[in-house]
T-cell receptor
Framework: SQTIHQWPATLVQPVGSPLSLECTVEGTSNPNLYWYRQAAGRGLQLLFYSIGIDQISSEVPQNLSASRPQDRQFILSSKKLLLSDSGFYLC?????????????FGPGTRLLVL | AQSVAQPEDQVNVAEGNPLTVKCTYSVSGNPYLFWYVQYPNRGLQFLLKYITGDNLVKGSYGFEAEFNKSQTSFHLKKPSALVSDSALYFCAVGSGGYNKLIFGAGTRLAVHP
């Protein structure tokens, strides 16, 4: 069966510091991968999605970047964190397809920027 | 452009009563519609989806949803609510390729004993 991991679970970082959040998927090959941000316990905003290694699309221009160095690894990064980067970051995966495939979410990383 | 509306911030239901969480959508083309549930400090769990076929979709934990094309709605329902159903519920819509989903703002369901 497939499993998705995210770490760390919680992170407190000062403004201006770098960020690296990691997501890995087990039990599947060539998944589509997604990064979302959830602010204030409400709606999700798609940040990045990837259909393959080094193939990443950005949905929202911002202070963050994403990389996919391996098939089942997706990394969210920032060189200098802003207060507005605080939130709950969720990684998700789906099988590749033509649309309508279910996205399965990881447990999330709660980021607090002070 | 695709959009999803969940018109209620919160729904309050007594345990044992039926529950409905509303969702309406706007897409060009045929929609893919999803419901997810989120418990505190957790990721989203998939409940059910509509792609094509029967308008009534049955999912996990006794939930179901009905796709209504003329009303562009996909309301989530359950015949008898449990206190453990209390959580945040998200409707999402996708259309076309690349499997990108647009999520609603979420509806908090509170089931009272």
């Amino acid at each position: 069966s497939q499993t998705i991991h995210q770490w760390p679970a919680t992170l407190v970082q000062p403004v201006g510091s770098p960020l690296s959040l990691e997501c890995t998927v087990e039990g599947t090959s060539n998944p589509n991968l997604y990064w979302y941000r959830q602010a204030a316990g409400r709606g999700l905003q798609l940040l990045f999605y990837s259909i393959g290694i080094d193939q990443i699309s950005s949905e929202v221009p911002q202070n963050l970047s994403a990389s996919r160095p391996q098939d089942r690894q997706f990394i969210l990064s920032s060189k200098k964190l802003l207060l507005s980067d605080s939130g709950f970051y969720l990684c998700a995966w789906s099988v590749p397809g033509v649309g309508g495939e279910t996205q399965y979410f990881g447990p999330g990383t709660r980021l607090l920027v002070l | 452009a695709q959009s999803v509306a969940q018109p209620e911030d919160q729904v309050n239901v007594a345990e044992g009563n039926p529950l409905t969480v509303k969702c309406t959508y706007s897409v060009s083309g045929n929609p893919y519609l999803f419901w997810y549930v989120q418990y505190p400090n957790r990721g989203l769990q998939f409940l059910l989806k509509y792609i094509t076929g029967d308008n009534l979709v049955k999912g996990s934990y006794g939930f179901e949803a009905e796709f209504n094309k003329s009303q562009t709605s996909f309301h989530l329902k359950k015949p008898s609510a449990l206190v453990s159903d209390s959580a945040l519920y998200f409707c999402a819509v996708g259309s076309g390729g690349y499997n990108k989903l647009i999520f609603g703002a979420g509806t908090r369901l509170a089931v009272h004993p």
